[in-house]
């Protein structure tokens, strides 16, 4: 048996569990399923797998393994990807994650157009707080907001927001309008947990930036709910101007503390460590920069 074809069936039977379940995706049968595991077992002199009636687990040496298998694959795809069309023509299946609001607007709404321009790709866009594990799950690109702290991923800087805090006139009418950063302290502030630090609002000073710790009412890890609760008079909110943009336009929130501007909110596309970047992740990355900073930079919002 071709040993690099055992190690694929070997790395969908972990992903998915089950012999049933690997073979199902490769569409072979479970029988070969189980044979190609048997071989990679023989030649290693050493059990993958812990096999019950009931359950399926990779023992400490499989799990190792695993790893080792996934890399080797991947630079086998990646080699193949760098000496065919695919490097230079987009095309396949290419899967985005992003993060609510930005991927449920903007990042839709660019996805639609790229593949006007692009026929031969189909793209699946998975929502999601967390970028998460991008080699297991499969993401060929995340988008991300905020600083990044995984020095294992390579990041490419797509577009910036302004940070702008504002409230609901019902509320500045209860409880007044801050006019320093410091004054934050004696109002409910709603904190969007999902872009860390989650409780510390950073404002420019004339020696850098002074950070001041907020608390509230409410919190989320989804900026539309504190949206909707600022709208709602439950307090402030520093949000992009993307998503507060339209709000500001209509009246339903105001602005606030303007000559205390926050640094902006960072737009990244990140992807494994790779050397060689298929074609159809390289256009993508080119055209959602280009169509995404004048968009996010400027007033807009979950209904723009």
């Not at 797998?49 to 795809?77: K, M, P, W």
């Not at 919190?219 to 998503?243: C, S």
Request: net charge neutral.
């Amino acid at each position: 048996m071709d040993k690099l074809t055992s190690m694929n069936v070997f790395v969908r039977v972990a992903k998915a569990g089950s012999f049933a379940g690997g073979a199902r995706d490769l569409d072979i049968s479970r029988a070969m399923a189980t044979k190609h595991i048997m071989h990679l077992e023989s030649c290693l002199g050493t059990r993958l797998f812990n096999r019950t009636t009931r359950s399926l687990s990779l023992t400490e040496v499989g799990a190792s393994y695993f790893e080792r298998c996934q890399t080797v694959l991947l630079d086998i795809e990646e080699m193949e990807s760098e000496v065919t069309h695919l490097q230079t023509e987009p095309r396949g299946a290419l899967r985005v994650s992003a993060p609510p609001v930005i991927g449920a607007t903007h990042i839709a709404r660019a996805i639609s157009e790229f593949l006007k321009l692009h026929p031969d790709l189909n793209v699946e866009l998975i929502i999601q707080s967390s970028p998460g594990d991008l080699i297991e799950d499969g993401i060929d690109l995340a988008i991300y907001l905020g600083a990044l702290n995984d020095t294992s991923m390579v990041a490419r800087k797509l577009a910036s927001s302004s940070l702008v805090v504002c409230g609901s006139p019902d509320y500045f009418a209860k409880h007044g309008t801050p006019q320093t950063p410091q004054d934050l302290a004696q109002h409910s502030c709603l904190i969007n947990w999902s872009i860390s630090p989650k409780n510390k609002w950073p404002f420019k000073s004339e020696t850098g930036y002074q950070v001041i710790n907020v608390t509230g009412r409410m919190q989320a890890n989804v900026a539309d709910a504190i949206r909707i609760a600022a709208i709602n008079g439950l307090g402030l909110v520093m949000l992009p101007i993307y998503i507060v943009g339209w709000d500001i336009e209509r009246g339903r929130l105001q602005q606030v503390l303007q000559d205390y501007p926050s640094p902006p909110l960072e737009v990244h596309a990140v992807y494994p460590h790779r050397k060689y970047l298929s074609a159809k992740v390289r256009v993508f990355m080119e055209f959602l920069q280009a169509w995404l900073e004048p968009r996010v930079s400027t007033l807009g919002g979950p209904e723009a």
